[in-house]
């Protein structure tokens, strides 16, 4: 009888793997979601620096007793320009909402939010992306849902459009108005 070589064992074994970590990926709570460390405890705070030219995001504005959305975002980043009719939109109906413009040079981000519009209650500016580390930002957009005490309630990657943000956000959002 043949001997078997332990080599010809780690193709399948490695294999296994695979499987076994696809299958944990794929029955996990919310497979679709990024799990965030931040749900359930204050925000990290906000960047100091204002965008030059709009009313500067503070403290004050994610512990105003009113749900509040944090939005993360760039003038160079085409999901941010999707999402962007329905940041105008939820902010015409009265949500409050704080813009942190990330990875950008200031001067591109002054000109697209006076071309587009600025749906920010207060913007401010982290051009290295500093404070997107500590909120656990991975890329633009990504906006949170903060509580009317500074909590952070619930983490949305991704633009606020399609089914995913029907789905997904419109759901905690909702929860979010309720029970504050």
């Not at 204050?42 to 995001?57: K, M, S, V």
Request: charged share 20%; glycine share 10%; hydrophobic share 45%.
């Amino acid at each position: 009888m043949p001997k078997l070589s332990p080599l010809m064992l780690a193709p399948p074994l490695i294999f296994a793997a695979f499987v076994g970590l696809a299958a944990f990926g794929m029955f996990r709570e919310d497979p679709e979601g990024l799990p965030s460390t931040l749900v359930g405890k204050p925000n990290p705070g906000l960047p100091e620096a204002p965008l030059e030219g709009f009313p500067p995001a503070t403290e004050e504005m994610l512990a105003s007793g009113e749900v509040t959305l944090v939005n993360f975002w760039a003038s160079w980043c085409p999901p941010c320009r999707a999402e962007h009719p329905k940041l105008l939109q939820m902010a015409a109906e009265g949500v409050p909402i704080v813009g942190i413009n990330f990875k950008d040079q200031a001067g591109n981000a002054r000109k697209y939010l006076i071309e587009d519009e600025n749906p920010f209650l207060g913007v401010a500016f982290d051009p290295e992306g500093r404070k997107a580390i500590d909120w656990g930002v991975t890329a633009p957009p990504e906006t949170f849902i903060v509580g009317g005490d500074g909590t952070v309630l619930f983490r949305f990657a991704g633009p606020l459009v399609g089914s995913d943000y029907e789905q997904r956000f419109l759901p905690a959002f909702e929860k979010a108005l309720a029970e504050n």
